[in-house]
């Protein structure tokens, strides 16, 4: 935090809940759809693990009903409403909308900076590709469209209840704002986390009675290869990796590969990055700098960005490049199952002619 900066963080706290009041209010006019919609965010700016969150949803609903993601595709280039499609690169939808139709491709994953219109467009799709249930992901502030569920996700080690307003902390409102919220889930805990402090966390936290609150840890799959379908096999005890990130926060990567018994040599760049032939000619020369027992690593978001830069890297380099896939895991068996059916019973009571039983 950065006392200096309070009194900025006053008059952005008189604006936002201006707005607010305006939207509660109806002066400023929330829009209904008829289908379940899920609107995933947080309070802070910065990393809380929205991508991996949402892709749990999508695993979860894709399985029951023809679910949509919706994003507003942050960093692409185009404007308006796209819909991801083979041939289309990070720059056209941004990395995480790329990133979740290339794994899920039975979901539609479309991308469009207003919400409203873009669920239009989702809604306009007809036959097999009727849209049941769509997800809005970072759409917690976006408070045009009235969701019908709301997902806040609050990070363990930068919890909201620890933090204050912009500028002087990260919040894009004020800890009020968590009471729109019927789930929050307390995201990158520590797997070991035990029940006395998810308690004290609940406590600290002062959650409406209606409201539920969970806890998750990030946990890692196998490395992939960024150019191949493969796995890359589980690299020997002190493989020299270079981790490439453009991601709010690389340090638990950093750490995951540490105890995997890599030495990291971290190459950071600004959360989602767009990258330049530059910055290849860099990543080429971080590269051979390294001992013979070396791989690069990045982030499945990065991963998106830097496919197109093939044809610009050295040999080895792209022969050993790989990709860290992420997916989120709840520290409580039982905890999962009653997330599960807190979405599947919305999902069902609101659905838009939907297979699901």
């Given amino acids: 935090m950065y006392p200096l900066l309070l009194p900025f963080s006053w008059i952005y ?11 509660d209010c109806g002066v400023l006019k929330q829009r209904s759809f008829p289908l379940p919609v899920i ?16 892709e749990y949803l999508l695993r979860l609903l894709g ?59 989702l809604l306009a799709l007809r036959g097999e590709e009727a849209i049941e249930t769509i997800v809005l992901d970072d759409a917690y502030q976006h408070r045009y469209v009235k969701a019908g569920l709301y997902i806040l ?18 919040l894009r409102e004020a800890r009020r704002g968590a009471r729109r919220a019927q789930v929050i889930v307390v995201t990158k805990c520590l797997p070991d986390m035990t029940v006395a402090e998810r308690k004290k966390i609940c406590r600290e936290l002062r959650p409406r009675k209606e ?40 340090e638990p990567l950093h750490r995951h590969l540490r105890q995997q018994g890599m ?34 690593v990045t982030t499945e978001k990065d991963g998106t960005r830097l496919m197109p830069f093939a044809s610009q890297m050295d040999r080895e380099l792209k022969r050993t490049f790989c990709m860290q896939p992420i997916e989120i895991k709840f520290i409580d068996t039982q ?7 807190i979405i599947i019973d919305y999902v069902t009571e609101n659905k838009r002619n939907s297979r699901m039983d």
Avoid at 16 to 21: A, C, G, K, P
Avoid at 155 to 168: E, K, N, T
Avoid at 335 to 341: H, P, R, S, V
Wanted: charged share 20%.
């Fill in 63 to 121: 399985r029951q009903c023809h679910t949509a993601m919706l994003s507003r595709g942050y960093g692409r280039r185009s404007k308006g409403f796209r819909q991801a499609a083979d041939g289309l690169t990070a720059s056209d939808i941004g990395d995480e909308p790329l990133q979740m139709w290339q794994k899920y491709p039975h979901v539609t994953v479309a991308v469009d900076e207003n919400r409203c219109e873009g669920i239009e467009n």
């Fill in 211 to 250: 409201q539920k609150i969970f806890f998750t840890t990030l946990g890692y799959s196998p490395l992939h290869l960024l150019f191949g379908k493969r796995m890359a096999g589980q690299p020997v005890q002190g493989t020299h990796a270079l981790v490439i990130t453009g991601i709010a926060r690389p």
């Fill in 153 to 170: 996700l609050t990070d363990y080690s930068r919890r909201y209840s620890h933090d204050c307003l912009l500028p002087a902390g990260r």
């Fill in 39 to 54: 609107a995933v965010g947080n309070l802070a700016v910065g990393g809380t693990g929205k991508t991996p969150h949402t």
């Fill in 263 to 296: 030495t990291v040599h971290p190459l950071v760049f600004p959360d989602h990055h767009a990258f330049t032939v530059a910055d290849i000619e860099k990543i080429n020369k971080a590269f051979g700098k390294l001992p013979e027992n070396r791989i690069a």
């Fill in 13 to 23: 706290d008189a604006v936002t809940r201006l707005r607010n009041m305006l939207f």
């Fill in 335 to 341: 905890e999962e199952n009653e997330f599960n059916q």
